[in-house]
């Protein structure tokens, strides 16, 4: 297959190319280095031609709402115009586990993408996921200080990289329009995942849970995220990841 990854330079993106490499596919990245932007459309056309699948992580960080929902609608809006205009066959975007009552923040950008994919004339298959294990690391690489505060979260973690090993089976599977979910193998709580990050990385620095009011922060606390029993479990806890990075 020729699979075209958007955001295969990032986190997750980067795990998919290499997986997608080693089973034997053809890989295209697309990246305004070279040519294509989804954001204006600029390129798309011509970098999606003769693909079978494109597998959607573009990512942004923010907490607004409308600006994660201007993102993921213009980014999604666009690459499915290019996809219907080049005839490719399989549209696959990367989700998130338990965000169906948390439409507010991030996840309302989330849940924009998917009822625009989910309308879409090409065929296409929503891929949801647990939240990474580096999503912790994340959270406190943008605080400063002695003391670094993280959400009420119940949450599965999973690796990104069995996360992106996933998406082209997706991919290859063709399109569904659901797919499996996949969450990581335990039940965690975002502040003892942070605090096992800190003493890992061998940092004196406190680290306090705080409940967010709202919709928002009563999702992240309400276990949703943890996705739901039938989903695919992977197999690499967060601590055996710690272990290794």
């Known amino acids: 297959m020729r699979i075209v990854v958007a955001g295969g330079t990032g986190l997750v993106g980067r795990h998919t190319v290499e997986a997608a490499r080693e089973r034997g596919h ?26 079978d ?5 573009t990512n942004i960080t923010t907490l607004s709402a409308t600006t994660a929902t201007e993102f993921f609608e213009t980014a999604t809006r666009n690459m499915l115009a290019a996809e219907e205009k080049a005839g490719v066959a399989h549209h696959v975007a990367l989700s998130i586990v338990g965000i169906d009552g948390i439409d507010a ?9 998917e009822r625009m994919v989910a309308a879409s004339a090409v065929p296409s ?10 999503f912790a690391g994340q959270l406190l690489a943008q605080q400063h200080g002695s003391i670094a505060v993280m959400p009420t979260l119940l949450m599965r973690p999973v690796a990104a990289r ?8 997706v991919a290859e599977a ?4 659901r797919a499996q ?32 009011p709202g919709a928002y922060g009563r999702g992240l606390a309400s276990g949703s995220l943890r996705g739901t029993p039938d989903a695919l479990q992977g197999e690499l806890t967060f601590d055996d990841w710690l272990a290794t990075h």
């Open 125 to 134: 298959t929503i891929a949801r996921a647990g939240q990474f294990h580096e």
């Open 162 to 169: 069995e996360v992106g090993e996933h998406l082209v089976r």
């Open 26 to 51: 053809d890989v295209t990245v697309l990246a305004r280095s070279r040519g294509a932007d989804v954001l204006t459309g600029s390129g798309l056309t011509d970098a999606v031609a003769g693909a």
């Open 105 to 113: 923040s991030y996840y309302a950008g989330k849940l924009a993408q």
């Open 174 to 177: 063709g399109p569904v329009g």
């Open 53 to 57: 699948a494109l597998i959607d992580v």
């Open 181 to 212: 979910d996949i969450v990581g193998p335990r039940d965690e709580i975002l502040v003892d995942v942070a605090r096992r990050q800190v003493a890992a990385d061998g940092i004196r620095r406190a680290v306090l849970q705080l409940r967010l």
